[in-house]
């Protein structure tokens, strides 16, 4: 069954989503490498995915979980992400956030901590 939110997203926001899967940070790579083909716990996840108004890192149906990687950051930076966080949340998806220090330090903790958000449904 197809995503319903994919569907829904503006095709200017699909077609950047398509971009940015095809441009993947190291990180995003990294975890991705992981993530894919059900690799997780049987957990399905799609990358770069649409989601209303935003294109999320990682996004487990599943779970209702977003996964997101953040790069190097500053305070508005700060602002932007907690503002997405909230907007995303109050939409009742659940929100992880990691940093590419994380992913590219410590892969196997960050999986960890995804597949126990994953398993608090």
């Known amino acids: 069954m197809p995503d319903r939110h ?59 979980l977003v996964v997101e990687i953040d790069g190097s950051v500053h305070d508005l930076q700060l602002e932007r992400d907690a503002e997405r966080t909230s ?10 956030r990691f940093t590419n220090a994380e992913v590219e330090r410590d892969i196997e903790n960050v999986l960890q901590r995804i597949i126990e958000a994953c398993n608090q449904l």
């Open 87 to 96: 907007k995303l949340e109050q939409q009742g998806y659940r929100v992880i």
């Open 6 to 64: 994919f569907w829904r997203a503006d095709p200017c926001i699909r077609e950047r989503a398509k971009e940015l899967r095809r441009m993947p940070t190291p990180a995003e790579a990294l975890l991705w490498q992981r993530l894919r083909g059900r690799m997780t716990g049987g957990l399905k996840f799609r990358r770069q995915h649409p989601l209303g108004d935003f294109i999320v890192d990682f996004y487990c149906a599943h779970a209702n």
